[in-house]
């Protein structure tokens, strides 16, 4: 990780655990002179509101305004990682073991650069079942990682219906 992405995850973590969330992690995409900071949010019990993104958003604007760290225009997207939720270190893939996840290498390893598989376990290196077989791939290692969301089970997003607005529905 470059000093100026750790300097970015420095400010937005900042203002993030100021409105008692959690970074989960940031994409800088640049393009053509214009920038789009994707700020990832979280919260303990994994249902982030709109009032949370909204929260985390001004108070992100304000650190960056303060600190101007990135030179060019950008828009800054706060949101929810989702089900399909982006994984950046390796606290986040001890978090999902037996979950699939897609992987991208930075380089091939194995003949190859991309790979659907289960994670098994997490210590100094990821350990992914792909195809009856264990592979191991190092933090470094991965470009981008994915989790495969299984529609299946119940999901830990599911906020439970309010009785009291059911009791009012004919």
């Given at each position: ?8 995850e ?65 828009d ?42 289960t ?51 004919p």
């Amino acid at each position: 990780m470059s000093d100026f992405q750790q300097q970015l995850e420095a400010l937005c973590s900042t203002a993030v655990v100021e409105c008692e969330l959690e970074l989960w992690g940031l994409e800088l995409i640049r393009s053509g002179g214009h920038a789009l900071l994707r700020v990832y949010i979280e919260r303990p019990d994994m249902r982030v509101t709109v009032a949370d993104c909204a929260r985390a958003s001004k108070a992100i604007s304000a650190v960056l305004d303060v600190s101007d760290p990135i030179t060019e225009n950008y828009d800054l997207e706060v949101s929810s990682p989702g089900l399909d939720r982006p994984l950046y270190v390796l606290s986040q893939y001890a978090r999902f073991i037996g979950e699939d996840v897609k992987i991208e290498t930075h380089l091939p390893i194995a003949g190859r650069k991309r790979y659907r598989g289960t994670i098994v376990a997490v210590a100094e290196k990821i350990e992914l079942k792909v195809d009856q077989q264990s592979l191991f791939f190092s933090i470094q290692d991965v470009a981008k990682a994915r989790i495969v969301p299984d529609y299946t089970k119940p999901s830990p997003y599911q906020i439970e219906p309010d009785a009291s607005v059911e009791e009012e529905m004919p």
